[in-house]
């Protein structure tokens, strides 16, 4: 990614992240987060802040029952075959387990990459991953993407329950 690094400044990439339809995830081997993108919180309705710091392990955001699936996908690849395609369950904010009725079921699509020699993971390879969910998002009006906006949810008497930045 080095090519684009050089294209595009740091503010361009974030936006280019945003209108992807799924978030990016780098981790290791073992599972230890590296890098969450932003846009994550769109779809988990978590901030890239609370699941770094949340336990900083991919097992710490997937649910439990698919651990299993998530060991064997990141068991080290052979040379031929380094590519990933697999689903899991990731856990969701409470604002948008009641939106969509639990987990949100994700498309994970990734591949082992080396780092660069002298970093600090150049010894481990990472697997960067797209992630996609496959249940829908909720709607959003054209209005809402070039505005910033927020969520709420209220009980009859219009007491607020829930409240949420987009």
Not at 28 to 45: D, M
Not at 146 to 165: G, Q, Y
Request: charged share 20%.
């Amino acid at each position: 990614m080095g090519g684009l690094e050089s294209l595009l400044s740091s503010q361009d990439l974030e936006d280019f992240l945003q209108m992807l339809p799924g978030f990016l995830l780098v981790f290791t081997g073992e599972g230890k987060l590296i890098y969450v993108s932003e846009n994550v919180a769109e779809h988990l309705g978590h901030s890239m802040v609370d699941l770094v710091a949340q336990g900083d392990s991919i097992y710490d955001i997937i649910d439990p029952t698919d651990h299993f699936v998530m060991r064997n996908q990141l068991a080290l690849p052979s040379p031929t075959d380094t590519d990933r395609l697999f689903r899991c369950h990731f856990n969701t904010s409470k604002t948008v387990r009641r939106q969509s009725a639990g987990n949100k079921l994700v498309l994970i699509r990734g591949h082992f990459h080396q780092p660069p020699p002298g970093s600090y993971w150049s010894t481990n390879p990472v697997f960067m991953a797209f992630c996609t969910p496959l249940e829908p998002k909720p709607r959003i009006s054209h209005n809402s993407l070039f505005l910033a906006s927020f969520e709420s949810r209220h009980t009859k008497d219009l007491a607020i329950l829930d409240i949420s930045e987009r």
